[in-house]
């Protein structure tokens, strides 16, 4: 196992260690997955995997808004 010293901001700490109380992790456990997600998400082969596993979920839905349905509120903004 390789061990590395990270520094973080006073404000980054605050947030992790919420965090951690909040989901009942450790600060290292959830260190450990935003490096795995970071790991993941630069090896644009395991990216492209995600992406085509991903490609046409919606397709079958038809509990969702049609376009036509939503457009009303976002030209609202």
Known sequence: MTTA???LTDAE???L???ARRTGKTEEQLLREAVDQLLVRSQPEARREVLQRA???WK???DL???EQLRPEWERC
């Open 17 to 19: 260690r919420d965090l």
């Open 55 to 57: 490609c046409g979920i």
């Open 65 to 67: 808004p049609t376009l």
């Open 5 to 7: 010293k990270i520094v």
């Open 60 to 62: 079958d839905r038809r």
């Open 13 to 15: 700490g605050e947030v």
